[in-house]
């Protein structure tokens, strides 16, 4: 059973950093492929990164790319995503998300995957 949490959100003022932690309490972590979104209220949910089995294969999105980075360390469950120049717009909460597959946009607004964790704030002030 995959059980994801996040940490590590909070607020801060544009221009810093955060690094968001996605923890699994299970024993099959470096099965599965990790998703980043994001969603702001009463907007749609955004894909933002995602990594795979062993770390070589990473996905950002264009609105990130640059400023983020997704790693992870199979030993520990965990998966990173480093969040660097924030700006206001990058205000959201942000989740991961596993499976064993990529997120997949035509599958509805869960990117066809499985596991979500509960989400974490980041708030970035101007």
């Known amino acids: 059973q995959v059980q994801l949490v996040e940490s590590g959100g909070g607020s801060v003022q544009a221009g810093d950093s955060l690094r968001l932690s996605c923890v699994d309490s299970?024993?099959?972590?470096?099965?599965?492929?990790i998703g980043w979104f994001r969603q702001e209220p009463a907007k749609e949910r955004e894909y933002v990164a995602a990594i795979g089995w062993g770390g070589s294969s990473q996905y950002l999105a264009d609105s990130v790319k640059g400023r983020f980075t997704v790693s992870r360390d199979n030993a520990k469950n965990t998966a990173y995503l480093e969040m660097n120049n924030l700006k206001p717009d990058d205000t959201a909460t942000y989740y991961c998300?596993?499976?064993?597959?990529?997120?997949?946009?035509?599958?509805?607004?869960?990117?066809?995957?499985?596991?979500w964790g509960k989400g974490i704030l980041v708030t970035v002030s101007s």
């Open positions: 998300a596993a499976d064993m597959h990529l997120p997949r946009a035509r599958l509805g607004a869960d990117y066809g995957m499985k596991y």
């Open positions: 299970g024993d099959q972590f470096s099965r599965y492929i």
